[in-house]
Antibody, heavy 121, light 108 residues
Framework: EVQLLESGGGLVQPGGSLRLSCAVSGFTFSNYAMNWVRQAPGKGLEWVSAIGGSGDDTNYGDSVKGRFTISRDNSKNTLYLQMNSLRAEDTAVYYC??????????????WGPGTLVTVSS | EIVLTQSPGTLSLSPGERATLSCRASQTVSGSYLAWYQQTPGQAPRLLIYGASRRATGIPDRFSGSGSGTDFTLTISRLEPEDFAVYHCQQYGNPPWTFGQGTKVEIK
């Protein structure tokens, strides 16, 4: 059974940093690209970042480019999102999502339950 | 970036009725790379349709997708109680991948 589980969310002050993790099981992690997608309270979904199966192809949405860094450790079956210079508008539930393919196709077939990040003083 | 506009914002229907949801793109979606997701309150989205018309694994055949270019439709042939949820369309043909604002299907 495919499973994804995010962790690392919480309350952080504006300008602060946070690192999210997503532990996966039930599939060969390195065979799939992975993504982070977020949803602000009461709002729609926003794609944040993607990383290819081998980790050498990364992409970012304009709103997080230069502040967030996606990475993965295929030996630990874990995806990461390092978030720096956080702003109030980064407040959202962050989902880890598996891509349909090894490359960044942009379509997501499995999602974790999400972790809430709140940026507030 | 491609902007997706979903309509209506809310659809009020009874179980057993047919639901038709629209997703319009601000420019042509390359390769008909259009997906639909279902989200119930407090839950993660679930992939229903990809490639505009291909059902994801385990999705009942009452869900169908159609369309190309800039106009896409999700149809639920007969609403079951578990189908009352928010539906999001997403394009993945042109980065950055973008989502519509969602259509809520509620019980009338």
């Amino acid at each position: 059974e495919v499973q994804l589980l995010e962790s690392g969310g919480g309350l952080v002050q504006p300008g602060g940093s946070l690192r999210l993790s997503c532990a996966v099981s039930g599939f060969t992690f390195s065979n799939y690209a992975m993504n982070w997608v977020r949803q602000a309270p009461g709002k729609g979904l926003e794609w944040v970042s993607a990383i290819g199966g081998s980790g050498d192809d990364t992409n970012y949405g304009d709103s997080v480019k230069g502040r967030f860094t996606i990475s993965r450790d295929n030996s630990k079956n874990t995806l990461y999102l390092q978030m720096n210079s956080l702003r109030a508008e980064d407040t959202a539930v962050y989902y880890c999502a598996r891509d349909l393919a090894r490359y960044n196709s942009g379509c997501f077939d499995y999602w974790g339950p999400g972790t809430l990040v709140t940026v507030s003083s | 970036e491609i902007v997706l506009t979903q309509s209506p914002g809310t659809l009020s229907l009874s179980p057993g009725e047919r639901a038709t949801l629209s997703c319009r793109a601000s420019q042509t979606v390359s390769g008909s790379y259009l997906a639909w997701y279902q989200q119930t309150p407090g839950q993660a989205p679930r992939l229903l349709i990809y490639g505009a018309s291909r059902r994801a694994t385990g999705i009942p055949d009452r869900f169908s997708g159609s369309g190309s270019g800039t106009d896409f439709t999700l149809t639920i042939s007969r609403l079951e109680p578990e189908d009352f949820a928010v539906y999001h369309c997403q394009q993945y043909g042109n980065p950055p991948w973008t989502f519509g604002q969602g259509t809520k299907v509620e019980i009338k």
